[in-house]
Structures are given as C-alpha cells and as structure tokens.
C-alpha cells in the first residue's frame, strides 16, 4: 500500500503570502491518480487539483499543483482569507484499487 | 445542481448494524463510479469503498472488509453501504463521492455525509 505523507503538519501564513504544501509517496505515483482536496470546518472536501497540476471547474488560478514520481506539491501563490483551510493529497493505486489520502496539512492564518 | 445527499446514520451498539444511502441527482448516475468516504472526530480522509458505475467491481478498504457492503441502484440514482459488526473505530462523518471517469483518479462531487456513532 502506498503512503502518503504531507508537510508541514501546519503551516501559519499571512493573507497575501505564498503557500507551499508537500505530498511524497512512499513509492512512485502515477500523476493521472494524483489530486488535491481543500476542507474546511463541517464542510465536505473540495476538490481542487486532479492530475497532479490540473485545476478543478471553478478554482481560482491562485491554485497550483506540481510534480511527478514521489514528490508533489500544492502552491497557492497568494492567500486569500478563504484560503485557510485542511489540504489533503490523495492517489489511486491501480493494482490495489483503492484511495489513499495524506494525514493533511492545516493552513492557519499567522 | 449536482448533488449528493447521504442518510441513514445514527447511534448504534457495537456489533451492531447501519445501512447508510446516498441520493444523487443532477446528472447521469450510471455514467459514474461511487464511493464511500469517512472521516473520524478530529482525523483525517479515509477512502472505505467503491463500486464501478453497473456495481459489477466492488472494492473496500482492509480496514472494513467482510464487515461492510456497497452496492447501489441505478434506477433509484442511489447508492447503499451496508455495515455490519460495527465497532468503536467505525465512528466517523460517512461521505458518499462521485468517482472521476478512466484515466484519471479523483473524487469531484461529494455530499455533506451523515454521522455514524458506535458506542456501548
């Protein structure tokens, strides 16, 4: 089973500041089973990266993603105040045939 | 409007049962894969099964196989999961997701969830 691990664990930023979230794989991930969820409190998630670096309808192009392999990332180039949220990589293992989701990064403003 | 709207949950003993259902509406049901999502009291994400659009392929995490069942009905635009043997670890927020169609993996539409207590 492949693990997902995010870093920081939280990461306290200010509105206007650059985002950077971490996703590696304990081994090599295809990037067409790569995506980004965004959670807010008693919300569901969100989907806002598929791919590896496509953006879902509707997400401002604020959002980013990248990388391939083991190592993927998650850029928000500006926060907005919206923005302050849990992050959570996910993939999809073909020989296994399930979701594994990252334990998330907290986005908190600083 | 897409939508997923989950019921169904509630406080049960352990060893107890649940069926949870999920509603869709608002596009085609059987032209998508489902799954069930849950997330425990202050946790993260954990993907629990899926079902491919004809429930033909099922799939579950290790974590509940041989005690919980997906399955689903196209007609009804609904989609079940039948848990059984319930235990303490299975209390969470139970969100149904739509499945991304073949090449890629990822889930687009989720419903708000429905909570699931186990507890003596």
């Known amino acids: 089973e492949i693990v997902l691990t995010q870093s920081p664990g939280t990461l306290s930023l200010s509105p206007g500041e650059r985002a950077t979230l971490s996703c590696r794989a304990s081994q090599s991930v295809s990037s067409s089973s790569l995506a980004w969820y965004q959670q807010k409190p008693g919300q569901a998630p969100r989907l806002l990266i598929y791919g590896a670096s496509s953006r879902a309808t509707g997400i401002p192009d604020r959002f980013s993603g990248s990388g391939s392999g083991t190592d993927f990332t998650l850029t928000i180039s500006r926060l907005e105040p919206e923005d302050f949220a849990v992050y959570y990589c996910?993939?999809?293992?073909?020989?296994?045939?399930?979701?594994?989701f990252g334990q998330g990064t907290k986005l908190e403003i600083k | 409007e897409v939508q997923l709207v989950e019921s169904g949950g509630g406080v049960v003993r352990p060893g107890g049962s649940l069926r949870l259902s999920c509603a869709a509406s608002g596009f085609t049901f059987d032209d998508y894969g489902m799954s069930w999502v849950r997330q425990a009291p202050g946790k993260g994400l954990e993907w629990v099964s899926g079902i491919n659009w004809n429930g033909g392929s099922t799939d579950y995490a290790d974590s509940v196989k041989g005690r919980f069942t997906i399955s689903r009905d196209n007609a009804k635009n609904s989609l079940y999961l039948q848990m059984n043997s319930l235990r303490v670890e299975d209390t969470a927020f139970y969100h149904c997701?739509?499945?991304?169609?073949?090449?890629?993996?990822?889930?687009?539409?989720w419903g708000k969830g429905t909570t699931v207590t186990v507890s003596s």
């Open positions: 997701a739509r499945d991304s169609n073949f090449p890629f993996h990822y889930m687009d539409v």
């Open positions: 996910q993939q999809y293992g073909r020989s296994s045939r399930m979701y594994t």
